[in-house]
């Protein structure tokens, strides 16, 4: 079980967490004059006309965009009380929020995730090479509430966003600084905020100050957070010795109930309330803005997030590990960016960006009857420097274009304890990673929209990158030599708008991606479920493609779109087994492998390789039907199908349906609701069903995967129906009721709340390592003065 390090911390967090929701009432009383002061109206944002950035990564109307877009404005975002930033995200068409343990959140963009998907926040992008393929927690480093917009770009997108951007891109945006050349004293707003939830035992809290006079504005903050064990709904989650489990509504007989992990586990066992799940967090962050004259701007941030120890929950509720923490999980980043709006000179904007980013991750684990315990820590050091230029000078076109170079370097060791001794045993040549690892890549884009017709706009892109990793192998094992790799890809798009009404458009995309090789691929040795990842230095880019077809409306009755799309990765990265690996090239095993295979004896050693090809194929509708001023139906669904083409140039074998089965392919899902809000008062309210099809389209790593429901982690052992559905694995389907509303008690105290899984059901989103919530109550008290 975790060390109980962070007791006194959670009666910090309570005191702290109090004192901001009675400050908050205090202040509320206090400031009842205001009540009838000018302020920003929820009506105003409303009626603001939606623009994307990051389709064509200019301001545009997403309507006449080529590729699937979805925008989260202020309003949206703070009304959903998400805990982590991917959770923002769960009800964009087309992603899916998956959570290995709390703490943590890794967004599925079109069933890819990991580093095959690109995350930037303030334009500085937040994936680095140590990124791992599957599910990850650098996401939940981004504090919801700092946060002012946020952007899903769908499809292979590395033409305007290189490496990695094959599911698709995110962007999330800090709030900007409000500057007013024509304001002469200074105008400062407070904020105060303070949320409660039940099923999670959330407290956070945070204080935030906004002002600016003249051409000076800033905007800084701080919060913290605390969460307890989940209450995960109604029923039991059933654990097996081989690190299977189910959900299950009623006891089966002769099993028993714990009220926390067994020391030693039995062949079966009950868990209720999971645990344990207690993390807290607490982040700063500061953005300044200053107006050098009337055409350019230049902005300066810095970001701070510590969260110093996460359990992993899916190590530790199978009784793998008797601790698995990350400890800490630790983020900086400091940027700033000039931006000017020249008159003249052919360029209507420029931006340039330089960057700096620190992200630190500690693992601590002890293994179950182990008597030595080891902690790893990474962290990577990137330098980023981004350009970009928009143009309007050619007729009827618009170019964008620039470049882009980041640079990791890594810093890693390793601390072996042993517990009976206390003795320390510390090696600062290598973590998790090679210390002294350094990944670049550096690229060169363009984009040109051109109108063809006034009812016709064309769109090409290209973009060339260029990367290198560097890392000591022979640190590891001397058998191995300095692994220096050059490469270089090259990538391109092209989309069409056909506006066949004004309310209606045909819209296509076609565009290619690749991801090149990471550390975490070639060099790193890594504890997953699957088992223990070596490392694999032969590894070649992983490249797609993928084209679009669909619909657009946008009309007083009727705003959505209509997407079918059809994507093909090749090259795919899988692991294999070290044995298998080096039996098909006819070499030894290398001595590195040889000391994991007796280090784990229990745990399956593998390397990656690329070994299949593979599609990615369906359908997403979104919509919105406005009824009258007042009511409004919206929701979307999203269905996809991904299937295994060839691996190592072979079909899949047709008796071992798992095969032709991609990892953690989403089932089907969506969310439908009515929204009531008024013109002109202060209430809103929202009802909406949530749900996922059941997913039984399993890979031979989804059958292992500890999270994911079944009994057995053997595919041989799992019956399937004639069409290549598991009959005894898999994740269920589910759906659950939830309510939200709000009231604006005065111009700047909004109080909001959330009944979530009204029903109080117990499911596990598809991949995920920890239930979702039961019933929970979420109560937001945000004043702003």
Not at 378 to 383: F, K, Y
Request: hydrophobic share 35%; with cysteine; net charge neutral.
């Amino acid at each position: 079980m975790p060390r109980k390090v962070g007791l006194k911390g959670n009666v910090l967090m309570k005191k702290v967490f109090y004192l901001f929701f009675l400050i908050g009432l205090s202040l509320l009383m206090i400031w009842v004059p205001r009540a009838g002061a000018e302020n920003q109206s929820d009506e105003e944002v409303v009626t603001m006309e939606e623009i994307t950035v990051t389709a064509t990564r200019a301001e545009k109307d997403p309507f006449k965009t080529p590729n699937t877009i979805t925008v989260l404005n202020l309003k949206q975002l703070e009304r959903t009380n998400a805990d982590i930033a991917s959770n923002l995200l769960r009800d964009a068409v087309g992603v899916m929020a998956q959570q290995t343990t709390v703490g943590q959140g890794s967004p599925l963009l079109r069933g890819l995730t990991g580093y095959q998907t690109l995350i930037q926040i303030d334009w500085v992008r937040l994936n680095n090479s140590t990124f791992r393929s599957g599910p990850n927690q650098y996401t939940a480093t981004l504090a919801p509430e700092t946060l002012g917009r946020a952007e899903v770009l769908l499809g292979s997108s590395s033409t305007l966003y290189g490496s990695g951007a094959m599911g698709g891109v995110i962007n999330m945006f800090t709030k900007e600084v409000p500057l007013d050349p024509s304001q002469e004293t200074w105008e400062i707003y407070p904020r105060l905020l303070a949320r409660y939830s039940t099923a999670t035992q959330e407290q956070l809290g945070r204080l935030e100050v906004t002002g600016n006079q003249g051409r000076f504005g800033f905007i800084v903050g701080g919060g913290m957070r605390s969460y307890g064990d989940v209450n995960p709904g109604s029923g039991y989650d059933l654990h097996y010795k081989n690190r299977k489990f189910e959900i299950v509504n009623e006891k089966p007989s002769g099993v028993k109930l714990f009220n926390k992990m067994p020391a030693t586990p039995p062949d079966r066992w009950l868990i209720d309330n999971e645990g344990p799940l207690g993390w807290e967090a607490y982040d700063a962050d500061a953005k300044i803005a200053y107006q050098l004259n009337d055409i350019s701007t230049i902005n300066i941030a810095y970001q701070m997030w510590r969260q110093p120890q996460t359990p992993r929950y899916d190590k530790m509720a199978p009784r793998e590990f008797d601790e698995f923490c990350f400890e800490p999980q630790n983020r900086d980043l400091i940027y700033a960016n000039y931006i000017i709006n020249p008159i003249k000179a052919g360029i209507d904007t420029f931006r340039l960006t330089t960057s700096y980013h620190r992200q630190k991750e500690g693992r601590n684990e002890l293994k179950l009857g182990s008597t030595s315990r080891r902690q790893r820590y990474d962290t990577v050091n990137t330098i980023g420097l981004s350009a970009q230029a928009i143009s309007t000078i050619l007729p009827r076109q618009r170019l964008v274009g620039g470049g882009e170079f980041y640079l990791d370097m890594l810093q890693s060791q390793t601390i072996k304890t042993d517990l009976k001794t206390k003795k320390e045993d510390i090696n600062d040549d290598v973590g998790r990673f090679i210390n002294g690892s350094q990944f670049w890549d550096a690229s060169l884009y363009l984009q040109d929209e051109i109108m063809l017709h006034d009812r016709v706009e064309l769109t090409l892109g290209g973009r060339a990158t260029f990367y290198q990793t560097n890392a000591d192998l022979s640190v590891r094992d001397p058998a191995f030599d300095v692994f220096s790799k050059f490469d270089s890809s090259v990538t391109g798009s092209a989309g069409v708008v056909v506006g066949l009404t004004e309310y209606l458009n045909f819209v296509s995309s076609f565009g290619t991606a690749f991801r090149a090789p990471s550390l975490n691929d070639t060099t790193a040795v890594e504890v997953t479920n699957e088992g223990v990842t070596a490392p694999s230095p032969d590894l070649r880019p992983e490249t797609s493609w993928t084209a679009e077809v669909g619909f657009k409306a946008q009309h007083s009755y009727f705003r959505g779109a209509l997407t079918l799309f059809y994507s093909r990765v090749n090259g795919l990265v899988a692991r294999k087994p070290v044995q298998e690996a080096y039996q098909e090239k006819g070499e030894p095993i290398p001595q590195l492998h040889q000391d994991l295979i007796k280090q784990y004896k229990d745990i399956d050693v593998l390397v990656f390789d690329n070994v299949d090809e593979a599609q990615f194929q369906g359908v997403e509708l979104a919509g919105l039907v406005p009824i009258q001023s007042t009511w409004s139906v919206f929701g979307n669904v999203a269905l996809i199908r991904g299937e295994v083409l060839t691996i190592n140039g072979v079909a899949p074998d047709p008796s071992k349906p798992w095969e032709a089965r991609t990892r953690r392919e989403p089932p089907l899902n969506g969310i439908i609701g009515v929204q009531w809000e008024p013109v002109n008062t202060p209430y809103w309210a929202m009802f909406f069903v949530r749900g996922a099809a059941e997913q039984r389209r399993l890979n031979r790593s989804d059958i292992r995967d500890p999270r994911i429901q079944g009994t057995t982690r053997d595919p041989a052992e799992v019956q399937f129906d004639a069409n290549g559905y598991a009959l005894d694995a898999g994740t269920p389907g589910w759906w659950t009721l939830n309510l939200r509303g709000g009231i604006r008690l005065f111009d700047y105290t909004r109080l909001t709340l959330s009944l979530d899984n009204l029903l109080d059901k117990r499911y596990r989103p598809h991949g995920s390592g920890i239930n979702a919530p039961g019933f929970n109550v979420s109560l937001s008290l945000d004043n702003r003065f």
